[in-house]
């Protein structure tokens, strides 16, 4: 009987492929049990049973990571994972699927970091290298980013993610990180290590990532440097709590797939014909980057005359 019903699944799941024909519910249906790139049941971004069927972390220089972080996940015999405290390492692999699956959902960052998975009692590293893949392939919108320079032009890089418990701990390479956010217009610092805690309203349409610790942004006059307390995402807007309010809203910003050319240079391809008056060269790079000095200049003298009014 098993036998004969998972035949019957796999030829659904096939039929899958001429989605066109399907009405809404059964797009859903077949998205919730087939394999693949399918959603889960609940809606989580991770297959029912991830956690217990993923081996536990036995590397040490990881574990030694994670303990960096959340020093109560690692015992402190021989660095060895504390009891009842299921610890995994999320693979590049996995990484790059989970991350996948959110851009096609159009997945903002709390939607992202709420997930069911990481509200559980697992807890997940993510380590640099794969941290630095994900940057390569995926655009986050993120107060703390993967990668980036500072305001000195000295670059910084996230080398640890923890989450799970319904808590992230996020560590870089650097013992603290100014620069400027281009989306929020504003300049942030965070420490070495940054913290949040995650919760859901009741109905779960409310997200909150809260608790924050360890990072601030430039408020201008006369407030300066103040904490970024927490950050909520609801009816697709997404506010900041800064100076005990709730901050004008923005668009959530989903997280997307960088586009395939390199981000420092287009290359502009000459087609072949008597038309083209380029050289024979096969292609001509043409740098994008430009000095703004002069106007990040003028944009901190406006930063620190301008009340602040939030991201």
């Not at 998205?31 to 971004?45: I, P």
């Not at 909150?208 to 609801?234: C, D, K």
């Not at 008056?277 to 620190?304: K, N, Y």
């Amino acid at each position: 009987m098993e036998r004969g019903q998972q035949e019957v699944r796999r030829a659904n799941c096939a039929g899958m492929r001429n989605i066109k024909s399907l009405t809404p519910i059964a797009i859903w249906l077949g998205l919730s049990f087939c394999g693949g790139a399918a959603f889960a049941a609940d809606g989580s971004l991770f297959s029912e049973g991830y956690c217990r069927d993923t081996a536990p972390m036995t590397d040490q220089a990881s574990l030694a990571v994670v303990a960096q972080l959340f020093p109560n996940y690692v015992s402190n015999e021989a660095g060895r994972k504390a009891e009842k405290v299921p610890l995994r390492e999320v693979s590049l692999e996995k990484s790059l699927e989970i991350m996948a699956d959110a851009s096609t959902r159009r997945f903002g960052l709390a939607d992202f970091l709420t997930d069911k998975e990481f509200r559980g009692d697992c807890v997940y590293y993510f380590s640099a290298a794969t941290l630095s893949k994900v940057y390569e392939r995926f655009d986050i919108d993120i107060a703390t980013p993967l990668h980036g320079v500072d305001e000195n032009d000295r670059p910084f890089n996230m080398t640890a993610m923890v989450l799970g418990r319904s808590r992230v701990g996020v560590l870089f390479d650097r013992d603290r990180v100014t620069y400027y956010n281009e989306r929020s217009d504003r300049t942030l610092s965070f420490l070495k290590t940054v913290y949040l805690d995650l919760t859901l309203s009741d109905d779960g349409n409310i997200k909150y990532l809260a608790s924050i610790r360890n990072l601030e942004v430039h408020t201008g006059f006369p407030y300066g440097w103040e904490p970024i307390e927490a950050l909520r995402q609801m009816n697709g807007k997404v506010q900041t709590f800064v100076l005990g309010k709730w901050r004008s809203s923005a668009p959530v910003v989903p997280i997307a797939q960088r586009p395939t050319l390199n981000s420092d240079v287009l290359v502009a391809r000459c087609p072949d014909g008597p038309g083209c008056s380029l050289p024979a060269a096969a292609f001509t790079p043409v740098p994008l980057r430009v000095d703004f000095t002069s106007l990040e200049s003028l944009r901190r003298m406006t930063e620190m005359t301008a009340p602040f009014k939030g991201f």
